[in-house]
C-alpha cells in the first residue's frame, strides 16, 4: 500500500520558471513532511520540510504550501535553475522510518 | 565530520552469492537505518539498528540481515542473491527517535547477474 502518492513522475521547466510536484497522503498521523533532493550518484537529502500546523514554509527559492484538510502537499521552486535538476521526493516519517513516494525527475532547460 | 560513509561505492555479485553492506554513521548519531532503492524508485525501509539491536523492519524477506557494533557502525547482509535485489542501498544515520534527522549516505549500487 503506498502512503505517500507523488505526481508528476517527471517534468520539464524552463530555466527561471517555476516548477511544481504533488504529494498526497494516506494517513492522517503523519506529523511531518519533508522532500528530499538526489543527485544521480548521491543519497537523498533534506531539501525543506513542514509541520501540519502551518500552511506554508519557504526556504529561498523553495516553497511547501500543505493542505490539510485535502492530505496534500506541494513544493515549488521559483526561478528554477539548472542545478535544481534532479529527483525529489516527498516523503512522511512514521515510526521512525521514512516512506517516500516513487519520487519526480526534474529537468531544467538552460 | 564525513557525515554517514558507506562502502562498498559499487559491487557486482551473481545469483545465489552473499554481500555485505557496509556503513559508518554521522558522528553522534546512535541509530542506524537502511534503505533500499531501485531503479526509478524511491526508498523503501529495510530496517533499523539502535543498541546493536534491530528496532524495526520493513517488508523483506530474512535474507537480508543486519549488524550493528558498539561503535554504532552497521553491516547489511543480503543472502541468496536474486536479480531483483540489484539496486541502490542507502544508509541512514540519526539519534534515536529523531527521524526528521537522518541523514543518508551516498550510497552502495549493487549489480547482480
Known amino acids: 500500500q503506498q502512503q505517500v502518492k507523488q505526481s508528476p513522475q517527471s517534468l520539464i521547466v524552463q530555466k527561471g520558471g517555476i516548477s511544481i510536484i504533488n504529494c498526497a497522503y494516506e494517513n492522517t498521523a503523519f506529523d511531518y513532511f519533508p522532500w528530499y533532493q538526489q543527485f544521480p550518484g548521491k543519497g537523498p537529502a533534506l531539501l525543506i520540510a513542514i509541520r501540519p500546523d502551518v500552511s506554508e514554509k519557504k526556504e529561498g527559492r523553495f516553497t511547501i504550501s500543505f493542505n490539510k484538510s485535502a492530505k496534500q502537499f506541494s513544493l515549488h521552486i521559483m526561478d528554477s535553475q539548472p542545478g535544481d535538476s534532479a529527483t525529489y521526493f516527498c516523503?512522511?516519517?512514521?515510526?521512525?522510518?521514512?516512506?517516500f513516494g516513487k519520487g519526480t525527475r526534474l529537468h531544467i532547460l538552460p | 565530520d564525513a557525515g554517514v560513509t558507506q562502502s562498498p561505492t559499487h559491487l557486482i555479485k551473481t545469483r545465489g552469492q552473499q554481500v555485505t553492506l557496509r556503513c559508518s554513521p554521522k558522528?553522534?548519531?546512535?541509530?542506524v537505518s537502511w534503505y533500499q532503492q531501485a531503479l526509478g524508485q524511491g526508498p523503501q525501509f529495510i530496517f533499523q539498528?539502535?543498541?546493536?539491536?534491530?528496532?524495526q523492519r520493513g517488508n523483506f524477506p530474512d535474507r537480508f540481515s543486519g549488524h550493528q557494533f558498539p561503535n554504532y557502525s552497521s553491516e547489511l547482509n543480503v543472502n541468496a542473491l536474486l536479480l531483483g535485489d540489484s539496486a541502490l542501498y542507502l544508509c541512514?544515520?540519526?539519534?534515536?527517535?529523531?527521524?526528521?534527522?537522518?541523514?543518508f549516505g551516498p550510497g552502495t549500487r549493487l549489480t547482480v547477474l
Open positions: 541512514a544515520s540519526s539519534r534515536v527517535g529523531r527521524v526528521s534527522e537522518q541523514f
Open positions: 558522528s553522534g548519531h546512535d541509530t
Open positions: 516523503a512522511a516519517p512514521r515510526d521512525d522510518k521514512i516512506i
Open positions: 539498528y539502535y543498541e546493536e539491536e534491530e528496532r
